[in-house]
């Protein structure tokens, strides 16, 4: 099958990726991949076709989306590297020196290394989910096709997206102060009330439980 021998292609120059350029070659070899496929599942629909020619071109947009996903993941982990190196410009860094500063040494920015500031958020977030649940994206799809839903690119960013909340409401209720107990509200409840009372009324209460 044509779509499968795409989807082979994509998935052998990612293992064989060895820079960010042969990388993004691979992340945009799986891209075509999935898009052939969504287009025959599209005219397979249309000429009716049979429920298993369907669900094998579901199962190759998946694999394609999950190669694409990992070239992702890489891209992510090569451009924040490049940016530690100093290789790649930073948000904070100005273009100015980049641009009218003679001699010195141009560093590239998001654009000369083919990508936009939209891709690498997007890479950061499905590389942080992956991080936090391995196999989160090869999990999605896999439910995906088990309901016979169409893998798409769209459900793939909702279940990363999905993800990503979770991670943030658990780690906000890790760091969320400790329930407070029956004695810490009565003890801070008393303390109140002490603070509050004369000089003769703390004597007198000393006076009574002593």
């Not at 982990?77 to 273009?95: F, H, P």
């Not at 942080?128 to 793939?156: C, F, H």
């Not at 990503?164 to 029956?182: C, D, I, L, N, V």
Request: proline share 2%.
């Amino acid at each position: 099958m044509a779509l499968t021998a795409l989807v082979d292609r994509a998935s052998k120059a990612l293992a064989g990726a060895r820079s960010a350029a042969e990388v993004l070659e691979a992340r945009d070899m799986a891209s075509v991949a999935y898009d052939a496929a969504k287009k025959a599942a599209r005219l397979g629909k249309a000429k009716r076709a049979h429920d298993d020619l369907i669900s094998a071109v579901y199962r190759t947009q998946a694999d394609a989306l999950e190669i694409e996903a990992q070239a992702k993941r890489r891209l992510a982990d090569e451009y924040d590297a490049a940016q530690e190196r100093g290789e790649v410009a930073k948000r904070s860094d100005g273009t100015a020196i980049r641009d009218h500063v003679p001699g010195e040494n141009k560093v590239a920015t998001v654009a000369d290394v083919g990508m936009s500031r939209k891709d690498i958020h997007e890479a950061r977030i499905i590389r942080d989910a992956e991080k936090e649940n391995p196999g989160i994206i090869r999990q999605a799809l896999d439910k995906m096709l088990e309901s016979g839903e169409e893998p798409t690119k769209a459900e793939v960013r909702r279940a990363v997206l999905k993800a990503s909340k979770r991670k943030k409401h658990t780690r906000g209720a890790r760091f969320s102060a400790p329930q407070e107990s029956q004695h810490d509200r009565d003890l801070r409840a008393l303390l109140g009330v002490w603070e509050s009372s004369c000089e003769s009324a703390r004597s007198a209460f000393l006076e009574t439980v002593s």
